[in-house]
C-alpha cells in the first residue's frame, strides 16, 4: 500500500507533480497515476458522456490496488496521484482505514481558472462541444446524468469543506497543502519541499517538464490521433518503448496548442462571486491571502 497519496485537485498541476516524483530513486509512483481506489472502492463503475475513460481505468478491487505496487523495492516513499480524492466522503474514511498514518498532498489553484482549465482539457481532446459558459449552465445536468467529474467544472473548485474534513480526520503534520501559483512560480522549491515532507533526498533535481497542458488544439485531427484509440496509436504501440511514446506525445500536444484562450473576464466575475465565501474561509483555513483569487 502506498504511504503517501495526491489527493488533487484536478488541473492544479498534478501530472506535472506525479512526473517529478517519479523521477526521484526513492519514489515509487504507481504506474497508473490515478487509480481512484479509495474513492471508488467496490463500485461497477457507468459514468456517463462523451468519455467513459474513468470507467475503465479506475482501480476497484483491492487486490487489483495492491498488485500496482508489486514492483516497489526499497523505495523510501511510494504513492500514486488521484485526483477524485479531495471531493469524496468515501475517500477520506476508506484511506483512514487502510492507511491511517498516510501523507497527504493536496495543490490548490484559483477556482476559477481550474474550472476554464478543465473546459480547455476537454476541448483539446475533444470531448467538449459547448462554450464555456454553455458548459457551466449545463453542470448541473451533467452531475444529474452521472458524467465523469472532469465535466463539474464550477463543484470542483469548492475546497474549504473538503480541507476541513481531511484536517479532521488526519493529523494536521500528515498533510501538505500547496497552490498552484507557487508550483509555477517556483516549481523547484516546491518540488523540493515535497520531497523533504516524504523523508527522500532532496538534493535530487527532476527534469521540469510540465504536463498535460490544457488549450485549443490548432490542428483538431492531429489532437484526436494523438487522446483516442485509432489504428495509428495500435500499431505504434509494440514499436516504441512506453517513455518513448509518452515523452513523443507530449512534445507534438503541445507544439499542436495554439495560443493561450483567456477566461472571460463577466464569465470570471460571475464565478469569483459564486466562489468568494469559500476563498476567505479558505483563507483563514491555510493562513494564506488568497485576494489575487478574488480578482
Same mark, same amino acid.
Do not use: C, W
Given at each position: 500500500?502506498?504511504?503517501?497519496?495526491?489527493?488533487?485537485?484536478?488541473?492544479?498541476?498534478?501530472?506535472?507533480?506525479?512526473?517529478?516524483?517519479?523521477?526521484?530513486?526513492?519514489?515509487?509512483?504507481?504506474?497508473?497515476?490515478?487509480?481512484?481506489?479509495?474513492?471508488?472502492?467496490?463500485?461497477?463503475?457507468d459514468f456517463q458522456g462523451l468519455a467513459q475513460g474513468i470507467n475503465r481505468r479506475s482501480v476497484t478491487q483491492i487486490e487489483d490496488y495492491c498488485r500496482l505496487f508489486q514492483g516497489v523495492t526499497n523505495e523510501i516513499a511510494i504513492g500514486e496521484a488521484s485526483t477524485l480524492y479531495l471531493h469524496s466522503q468515501k475517500a477520506i474514511a476508506r484511506i483512514k482505514h487502510y492507511i491511517p498514518k498516510v501523507k497527504l498532498i493536496a495543490i490548490l489553484r484559483d477556482p476559477a481558472e481550474r474550472a476554464f482549465s478543465s473546459y480547455l482539457h476537454l476541448v483539446r481532446d475533444g470531448y467538449e462541444t459547448l462554450s464555456f459558459a454553455e458548459g457551466l449552465d449545463a453542470e448541473e445536468r451533467r452531475i444529474k446524468e452521472k458524467w465523469q467529474p472532469l465535466w463539474y467544472y464550477k463543484q470542483r473548485g469548492f475546497y474549504a469543506d473538503w480541507i476541513k474534513q481531511y484536517f479532521a480526520a488526519f493529523e494536521r503534520e500528515q498533510i501538505k497543502i500547496y497552490l498552484y &501559483?507557487?508550483?509555477?512560480?517556483? *516549481?523547484?522549491?516546491? %518540488?523540493?519541499? !515535497?520531497?523533504?515532507?516524504?523523508?527522500?533526498?532532496? &538534493?535530487?533535481?527532476?527534469?521540469? *517538464?510540465?504536463?498535460? %497542458?490544457?488549450? !485549443?488544439?490548432?490542428?483538431?485531427?492531429?489532437q484526436t490521433i494523438l487522446t483516442k484509440e485509432n489504428l495509428i496509436k495500435s500499431a505504434l504501440k509494440p514499436l516504441l518503448p512506453k517513455k518513448l511514446r509518452h515523452s513523443l506525445n507530449r512534445s507534438i500536444t503541445q507544439k499542436n496548442l495554439g495560443k493561450k484562450t483567456i477566461l472571460d473576464p463577466d464569465i470570471r466575475e460571475k464565478l469569483i462571486d459564486m466562489y468568494k465565501p469559500d476563498i476567505i474561509q479558505l483563507q483563514t483555513i491555510l493562513g494564506r491571502d488568497l485576494a489575487k483569487w478574488m480578482k
Open positions: 500500500m502506498p504511504n503517501f497519496l495526491i489527493i488533487g485537485a484536478a488541473k492544479a498541476g498534478t501530472s506535472s507533480l506525479y512526473s517529478y516524483l517519479k523521477q526521484h530513486p526513492q519514489i515509487y509512483m504507481s504506474p497508473i497515476k490515478e487509480p481512484r481506489f479509495f474513492a471508488l472502492e467496490g463500485e461497477t463503475l &501559483d507557487d508550483l509555477v512560480a517556483d *516549481t523547484n522549491a516546491v %518540488v523540493k519541499d !515535497i520531497y523533504q515532507f516524504l523523508g527522500v533526498d532532496d &538534493d535530487f533535481t527532476p527534469e521540469l *517538464t510540465r504536463e498535460n %497542458v490544457s488549450g !485549443i488544439p490548432k490542428n483538431k485531427l492531429l
